[in-house]
């Protein structure tokens, strides 16, 4: 099990029957007949959420239950009120900007791999000039963030060495920095590497480790002043897959997040900087990628926007027997679109036309809701 029991929230709650609503209908009304009609929002953006799963955690298990929207402001929570309260808000509250970019619709995030060895694309662009091409790219292509990064965390992958990573990203966030206006995201595990691409021009520091790998990094993210998405893994790239433990997956991976965001706050980053990532993939076998991702809308109750990479990895292939990640853009579609409508704010995607084309039809349709309910 991952975690001890003290580091346990005791009730969590997840958003049921999202639907997109037209600006104001929102609000969930009485009719007269005691029963709520409409909806809540959903961390503030074009989705509402009709009813709730509340989840229960003890010694004895984790019980579950919906209830409507009714009952969630008539109820007796008992000794969880005010954390009841504070979820729920959470779950309600818009997300702030990020690094400027408005979260009020779905964002994407392209993958600049610059590595011999990344899981999918390892060695298509590990020089500065291919890399930077392939950004620009993306860019084209609709991505409002560049996520570079140069060591691959894959399962199984090794550390690479400071100046190793620095050779391959600074160069490429530099080359970026000159020629786009877009976000770039520096994806790494290392205070110096996020030290000198911050001075670089990054705009965004992505860590899958949640600054947890390099004593130095909470310092220095709090001192870059830059926003920081923080990803759940259960132990390192090397080991992680061999043998993850957990007691309720979808929960642990909550209150660990929650600890990070409680970590990084104490440390002088404020919430409004942060990002979570479930995590899909790491420290995670099938069955844990798959409850994970049927529960995301529960981590809005982390009161900070989500980012959801599932791009061609092994769980697509793993549902669908297809070995090649190159072949897995039809599923990393199906999860992005999955996520989005749960109301992911960032997707991570390689495949940045693919993903937008697919996203464009979801909004019309969405818009086409809003528009019978407005």
């Not at 969880?80 to 997300?95: I, M, Y």
Request: some cysteine; glycine content about 10%.
């Amino acid at each position: 099990m991952e975690f001890t029991s003290a580091m346990q929230r005791s009730i969590y709650i997840r958003p049921l029957g999202i639907f997109g609503a037209a600006p104001g209908a929102h609000d969930a009304q009485d009719d007269g007949s005691g029963q709520m009609w409409g909806g809540l929002p959903l961390a503030g953006g074009r989705l509402a959420f009709s009813a709730l799963e509340v989840l229960e955690r003890s010694a004895r298990g984790t019980q579950r239950r919906t209830i409507g929207l009714g009952d969630v402001f008539e109820r007796d929570w008992g000794r969880n009120t005010l954390a009841a309260a504070d979820l729920l808000e959470a779950v309600r509250s818009p997300r702030p900007r990020l690094a400027g970019l408005p979260l009020d619709r779905p964002r994407i995030m392209g993958i600049v791999n610059v590595t011999p060895d990344s899981f999918s694309d390892g060695g298509r662009h590990d020089e500065a000039a291919a890399a930077i091409a392939h950004g620009l790219k993306l860019a084209d292509e609709g991505a409002e963030i560049l996520d570079i990064g140069g060591e691959s965390t894959r399962p199984g992958s090794d550390a690479v060495a400071l100046d190793d990573e620095l050779r391959r990203v600074i160069p490429v966030i530099e080359g970026l920095r000159a020629k786009t206006d877009k976000l770039i995201s520096i994806d790494t595990r290392k205070a110096e590497v996020m030290r000198r691409a911050a001075a670089a021009g990054a705009d965004i520091l992505n860590d899958v480790s949640a600054l947890t790998h390099d004593p130095k990094a909470l310092d220095v993210a709090a001192e870059s002043g830059l926003p920081v998405m923080l990803m759940h893994a259960q132990g390192d790239p090397k080991t992680m897959n061999d043998d993850p433990q957990y007691s309720d997956v979808v929960l642990d991976v909550f209150d660990y997040l929650e600890g990070r965001i409680r970590e990084c706050v104490a440390a002088g980053i404020p919430k409004s900087r942060l990002i979570a990532d479930p995590g899909i993939g790491f420290g995670k076998h099938l069955h844990h990628n798959v409850a994970v991702l049927n529960a995301l809308s529960l981590y809005h109750g982390l009161g900070v926007p989500l980012l959801l990479g599932a791009s061609r990895k092994k769980l697509i292939g793993q549902i669908c027997n297809v070995e090649a990640p190159q072949d897995r853009v039809p599923g990393s579609i199906a999860a992005a679109l999955f996520g989005i409508a749960q109301g992911v704010q960032i997707v991570r995607v390689h495949d940045v036309a693919e993903t937008r084309q697919a996203i464009a039809v979801w909004e019309a349709a969405q818009a086409g809701s809003e528009a019978r309910l407005a």
